[in-house]
């Protein structure tokens, strides 16, 4: 397979579910050479609650492998197991709660002719308003919201499977961080070590 293949199910929809992880407002760089950053979701599916959504993604995953093999001319590929981005959720014990972990994410940036351009995730409330970025950034861990997202077909390094691309957020019933971390000392000075002046501009905390 020499061409690129691209087999896709665009603008498909979660029901409303609660956030486990969400990475959102602010992009996340897993390390020095992440140079586009991602903004992800991963969403508590009860399998019983959700069991037609459950299974009409199950079977999406196996229309889009047979789709792929088609575009390819393959009889069969090696494939992930599960086809699609679900797995067993477990606290913070390890142990398995029962529900699962559907993982959506997309990046943050694209990169063409050595420019970068920003990709806008929109984060709503339940009339269409977007939520100010100050405010995405303190939603937390059991947000309950909903997702649109394309599911994309991929083969890399000889094993099919399906993502799903984040497109966009409604924020249905809200769970808030009680801050920023930087603003825990807000309105407290003390005598002791202070920036000059150069320094405290080269700060990320700095005016």
Do not use: C
Not at 21 to 44: I, P, Q
Not at 46 to 66: F, H, I, K, R, S
């Amino acid at each position: 397979m020499t061409n690129r293949i691209f087999v896709n199910k665009q603008k498909l929809f979660t029901p409303k579910l609660r956030a486990f992880y969400l990475t959102l407002g602010e992009a996340k760089h897993y390390n020095a050479d992440d140079k586009l950053g991602s903004y992800s979701v991963s969403l508590s599916v009860d399998p019983e609650a959700n069991a037609d959504w459950v299974n009409q993604m199950e079977e999406l995953g196996e229309d889009l492998y047979t789709e792929y093999l088609d575009a390819a001319g393959k009889k069969k590929l090696q494939r992930r197991d599960p086809i699609v981005p679900m797995k067993n959720e477990e606290d913070r014990e390890g142990n398995e709660t029962g529900n699962l972990l559907v993982k959506f994410n997309a990046k943050a940036n694209r990169e063409k002719d050595g420019r970068m351009w920003p990709v806008d995730v929109p984060v709503l409330d339940t009339k269409g308003n977007r939520i100010p970025t100050d405010k995405v950034k303190l939603l937390s861990r059991g947000t309950e919201m909903k997702v649109s997202f394309d599911a994309n077909a991929y083969y890399m390094s000889g094993v099919f499977g399906i993502s799903f691309k984040l497109r966009a957020v409604q924020v249905v019933d809200p769970v808030w961080r009680d801050g920023s971390p930087e603003d825990d000392f807000a309105g407290q000075t003390a005598d002791g070590f202070v920036l000059d002046d150069e320094e405290a501009a080269m700060s990320d905390f700095g005016a």
